[in-house]
């Protein structure tokens, strides 16, 4: 008998909420990005951004030490907090922990800061935003036990590649039970980095919409519980979804220009298609990468058309309400599947006024959709050509 992979847990930290507060706004169609405030450097604050500005770890939990470790930290403690609450584990009972991130706490404004102006950052915040620290210092207020970790760096894509390695883990025996998702903390190295690459929007995020202008960058955290079936079944767990196949991709077209054709995205979706032995006429939502840029979001349209013969299933990006939350981002969106698949609504693309004929697909404009979800096709394309396609699967 062949292994199944269900997700039992869910744990969320985005601009519009965490898990439930998350999930009502999200179908609300509410917007969670806005101007930037209180970065590290002035120059940032003449943008908009997806921070989560009332962020306060205290108001959740006690443990002293949470203000000792870096943002991107206490985004991760909170989201894999919530997501073992949620699935009644005992963090000793996870078999491995693997986290996508892009810049995780690696803060290059210290360099900015050092190179420019002549300032030196204190030892210790340097310490505590180096990216190795990143799970080390999350899991050692967790537990004492030496819990295996992987850092994950498949930039955009990394929280889906983190989803894919703890599905193989379950898939083929090693493990049981697999805490895997991504998390990224508000940077202003990315900010300026978009930015120069006349990639960010002057105002809101506005997938796949004719007069769309480009991404907003984001912070946020999603962790998902990944539990082989039978033993979830064995000590009654509550199951939210089914992970039913991945297929992952690599076209090395360019540094940060997808390839024209989306030949790799198109490779990772077969794939995932294969993995989960369906036709693609059985998929009947996809969360978008839908980055609100003018070329991905034609190039992505392409595909769905290509591959769906123009009958695309419906499909909507999340980006329009909480920016680019980066190596978190396609961690959320899974997030956003499972929950679709166990609620059978579907959340909008906001901020939608035009059609474009570039991107000729049901995008579910502006309104959340009651929709019969049996399977959902999770899509993410990062920088380098990493890309990845997750289907989710209504238990039953």
Sequence with gaps: MSKRVVITGIGLVTPI???HSFWENCLAGKVGTSQVENAVFTYANSFRGGQIKDFQMSHHYQEENLATIGRGSQLLYDAMQQCLNQSNTNIDEIAALYVGTTMGEASLDESVDHYFNGCRV???????????RLILDTLALMTTKAIPQYLVGNACSAGNYALSHAYDDIMSGRSNTV??????????????GFKRLNALSKNVCRPFSKDRDGMLVSEGAAILQLEELEHAKARNAIIISELTGIGLSSDAHHINIPH???????????NALKDAKIAGSMIDYISLH???TQKNDSIEARVLNDL?????PSASSIKSMIGHTMGAS???EAAVCCLATQNNVVPPTVNFTEADPECA?????????????????NLSAGFGGTNAALIFKKYQ
């Design 361 to 377: 697909i049901d995008c579910i404009p502006n309104k959340a959709r009651q929709l019969t979800v049996d399977y959902a096709l």
């Design 179 to 192: 805490l895997a998702g991504g998390v990224e903390p508000f940077s202003a190295v990315s900010l300026l």
């Design 330 to 332: 396609s961690a959320i």
């Design 308 to 312: 769906f013969d123009n009958k695309a």
């Design 17 to 19: 909420g965490r898990s």
């Design 260 to 270: 024209p054709e989306g030949s790799g995205l198109k490779i990772a979706i077969e």
């Design 122 to 132: 204190p030892q210790q915040l340097r310490e505590r935003n180096e990216k190795q």
């Design 290 to 292: 839908g980055t609100g």
